[in-house]
């Protein structure tokens, strides 16, 4: 059951994200003794791997609840991942952030 919500979520994200690459780590790989290959989920649109997850949350909500507007808190990755989803979708999305946020974020 868990494995075909996997499918399920990976099937529908790759229509919106593009495939990040996996890289080698030569530095990583000497001090464990063996291959570790690095996901570069920082290439994804807003930066961060949070993207995947805003996206399928917008989806299933919208299957479950009939809606298309989204309301998220956030001082960075996650309040641009939902923004993205939403925009992407066709969603009315509003962000709140803290008076006092990191203006870089």
Do not use: D
């Not at 001082?75 to 990191?102: C, D």
């Amino acid at each position: 059951m868990l494995e075909s919500k996997f499918k399920t979520a990976r099937k529908f994200l790759s229509q919106y994200l593009p495939q990040t690459r996996l890289v080698l780590s030569p530095s990583l790989q000497e001090s464990q003794g063996q291959k570790v290959w690095l996901k570069l989920e920082g290439e994804l649109p807003t930066g961060s791997f949070k993207v995947r997850g805003a996206i399928y949350a917008v989806l299933v909500n919208e299957q479950r609840l009939a809606t298309r507007e989204v309301v998220a808190s956030s001082t960075g990755n996650h309040g641009a991942a939902v923004a993205y989803a939403a925009q992407l979708l066709g969603w009315k999305a509003r962000i709140f952030l803290p008076e006092m946020s990191n203006p870089v974020k």
